[in-house]
Every structure is written in C-alpha cells, then in structure tokens.
C-alpha cells in the first residue's frame, strides 16, 4: 500500500514540472512577483561504506578450542546472493586459515575450486575444501600468506566458486585489513 501512495506525490511533481519550460539549474529570480517554481529535490540514499571487518571468537568441535577470526560481508551490489564474505581465522593451534563464506551450502565432501582476482591484477585457482557443514569453503595453507601480505595493500577481490555445475561470484573490498589482521594475530592465543 505505501507504493500506491507514491504515485499521486510522483504524478503531481512531474505534472507540475510539465508546465514550466526545462532549464539547467535555473535559478528563481528573487522579486516577489517570479511565478518561478523550483524544479522537486529527491535525495538519493548512497549505499553505506564497505562493512568493517568484524571481530568474533566462535567454539571449536573440541571442548575448550575456539576460532578468533575477521570477517568481511561481501559488496552486495556486485556478488550473487549466495555468496556471503570471507573469513579470516586463527585456529586453536595458531594457524590462520581463509574462508569464503556462502549462503548455499555445498554438500560437506566437496572440493570446489576457488578462483581469486586481485583488483590490482592476477588470478589464481586453488582446490579447496569444504568446513562448517559445507557454508564455509576452507582455502588451501598458501592463501593465508596472502591475508598476511599482499592482500593488505589492495583494494578488492573478486572470488569465484565452482562446485560440480554450480558457480557462486562475490566481491569483498579489503580496506582495512591491515589493521583487522594485526588486530587477529594478537588474539590468536587468548
């Protein structure tokens, strides 16, 4: 119902703009007798920043074992549904490992391959593995140099899973890292 209420206010801007003749930025004249109507302002909404990379500790299966990790959403406006983010974590023995996050789990078992673009340039492809019931797909050891290097200079990936004949595409901006990952490591151990 709130639509059908936008259409009358719509109609009569335009209506109203329809009687006067089209000028760029014309200002009013500031006499009291200028019929002179100012053209309707709209304010556009501008999509909020990147989230920042949150901060979590999450249990492990084991009693007493958690996960320290970052994480960062994905930029919805230019990924597909199912792909969520990616996660940064320090495991209960300090290793750091990189996930991507997905919304559409594969099946547990899988092995999808993982395509990585950097936005200053290159690509690679890992074979990968599949943790948290199949939402979560694990990268290989290699990649975590990335999160402690390269990747803390550049400004976005783009990652592409392929499973099967499935494909799920997502772009996660990494701005901020930097700090997240320093942030990370001081926690790995607590």
Request: hydrophobic content about 40%; some cysteine.
């Amino acid at each position: 119902m709130p639509g059908l209420l936008l259409i009358p206010l719509l109609a009569g801007s335009l209506l109203g703009a329809a009687s006067r003749p089209w000028s760029p930025a014309a200002s009013c004249p500031s006499s009291a007798e200028s019929s002179c109507r100012e053209a309707p302002r709209v304010a556009v909404a501008q999509p909020a920043p990147s989230s920042v990379w949150k901060f979590t500790r999450t249990p492990g299966a084991k009693d007493g074992e958690s996960f320290a990790a970052i994480t960062k959403t994905a930029d919805t406006t230019q990924s597909d549904p199912d792909f969520a983010g990616l996660i940064v974590r320090c495991s209960p023995e300090g290793k750091i490992d990189v996930l991507v996050a997905l919304i559409r789990p594969f099946p547990p078992r899988s092995h999808p391959k993982v395509t990585i673009a950097a936005s200053g340039g290159g690509s690679l492809t890992f074979d990968s593995s599949m943790a948290a019931a199949g939402a979560a797909v694990l990268l290989p050891d290699e990649v975590s140099a990335f999160a402690a290097g390269r990747w803390q200079t550049t400004a976005s990936l783009s990652v592409v899973v392929r499973e099967s004949d499935s494909e799920i595409k997502g772009l996660v901006a990494l701005s901020g890292l930097r700090e997240a990952y320093h942030s990370l490591l001081a926690n790995c151990g607590q």
